[in-house]
Every structure is written in structure tokens, then in C-alpha cells.
């Protein structure tokens, strides 16, 4: 590397990252079996199940997000440490030179 070259990235927006998992509301109940429909016991049990499966995949995607945010802050603020502590010796290896 020459006195001048020095990896650049946008420390900031790595520090900014915060997505947010999409919040999932409960949605149209399931009715109650009736109606004349033999079917409607099951539906009402399925409907059940993959509400309470959709919840854990979403808590699941929050802690996702959360981790994920972390990360691109923690390896931002690195960056941003290796970037200034690098471009101050290059600059006086420069001047010595």
C-alpha cells in the first residue's frame, strides 16, 4: 500500500443501521365452528396453530434484527477505529519519508 491508500466506507450508515421487523397484528379471528360447515372445528384449530406459529417466526425475526443491528453497528464503529488509527501512521510514515 502506498502512504495514501486506505480503505474507505460509510462508517456512518453501518453505525445507523436499525431496521425493524414488521409488526403483525392478530387479523381477522376465526370464527367459531357453526354455520353448517363440518369443517369449521379443524379450520378453527389450524387457524389457531399458524397464528401461534407466525408470532414465533416473528419473535424470531425481531431477535434476528436485533443481533443483525449489532453487529453493523459494532463492525462500524470498528471500521471507523482500524480507518483513523491506520490513516494517522500512513500520514506519518508520509511525512518521514
Not at 14 to 40: D, K, L, S
Not at 81 to 95: C, I, K
Amino acid at each position: 500500500m502506498a502512504g495514501n491508500d486506505f480503505l474507505q466506507g460509510v462508517t456512518e450508515s453501518m453505525q445507523a443501521f436499525r431496521p425493524q421487523a414488521p409488526e403483525v397484528t392478530g387479523g381477522a379471528a376465526a370464527q367459531q365452528a357453526g354455520g353448517g360447515m363440518e369443517e369449521a372445528t379443524q379450520f378453527t384449530a389450524v387457524h389457531g396453530q399458524a397464528a401461534q406459529h407466525l408470532q414465533q417466526f416473528v419473535s424470531a425475526a425481531k431477535q434476528g434484527f436485533a443481533a443483525y443491528t449489532g453487529i453493523a453497528a459494532e463492525n462500524g464503529q470498528a471500521y471507523q477505529q482500524v480507518t483513523t488509527r491506520y490513516t494517522d501512521e500512513f500520514a506519518r510514515l508520509g511525512e518521514s519519508s
